[in-house]
């Protein structure tokens, strides 16, 4: 099956500094990965869609250069929350779609729970 | 943009009791697509619907596209305890491969 990865799993942070987290598709390519926020009892916001060799595309109301995003690679992403605030505190997850499948279907990592203190 | 909105937030049925989740969009869908994520867990691709008026079946599980594509329905015969969790429709709106994902519908089933 398509395995998606991401690390770390959790991750506790000071205000002010900065997180990077890792989307990973293991056993196939992926020429676009989507990152998810998740608070709590509630859905899922999509908050970019990372193009591999491009620049993201972020959704309306998200800051660019707060949530950096990479895709570097057509099996790795990353998300950078800079400078992370209190609210930025969340579940972020990501998902990745088989481009050898042609597949419809997204393939979510198990989520990065942030917390900033 | 485009809004899904999915009833009941939240349901506790008693194991053996039958349960259905809708899905509603004011816009007409291209697809939709269920996902199920059990309590601090990810969510996972259960199916995807295309054609008005389509109805697929996983055992115990029948989903159905409504024939103007505006909603969906997930039904699920006989609940267990296993089939606890939050289950999201979600869908791609035309011409972009991301996905909208409906509010969700908890359910809680009791033994």
């Known amino acids: 099956g398509a395995v998606v990865s991401q690390h770390p799993s959790r991750v506790i942070c000071k205000s002010g500094t900065s997180v990077k987290i890792e989307c990973r598709s293991l056993d196939f390519q992926a020429t676009t990965m989507f990152w998810y926020r998740q608070f709590p009892k509630k859905s899922l916001m999509l908050m970019a869609t990372s193009n591999e060799g491009s620049k993201a595309t972020y959704e309306q109301g998200v800051e660019k250069d707060k949530f950096l995003i990479n895709h570097a690679s057509l099996t790795l992403s990353t998300l950078t929350v800079t400078s992370a605030h209190p609210e930025d505190s969340s579940f972020y997850i990501c998902?990745?779609?088989?481009?050898?499948?042609?597949?419809?279907?997204?393939?979510f990592g198990p989520g990065t729970r942030l917390t900033v203190t | 943009g485009q809004q899904v909105m999915q009833i009941p937030q939240y349901q506790h049925v008693q194991e053996g009791e039958d349960f259905t989740t809708y899905c509603n969009s004011s816009t007409t869908l291209s697809n939709i697509q269920w996902y199920k994520q059990r309590p601090g867990g990810h969510p996972v691709f259960l199916i995807q619907l295309v054609k008005s008026g389509e109805v697929k079946k996983q055992k115990r599980l029948t989903f159905q596209f409504g024939e103007a594509k505006k909603n969906s329905s997930l039904h699920i015969t006989a609940t267990q305890t296993t089939d606890v969790g939050t289950y999201f429709c979600a869908s791609n709106p035309t011409g972009f491969q991301k996905l909208v994902f409906g509010t969700g519908t908890r359910l809680l089933v009791s033994p």
């Open positions: 998902s990745a779609r088989n481009r050898d499948r042609g597949s419809y279907e997204q393939y």
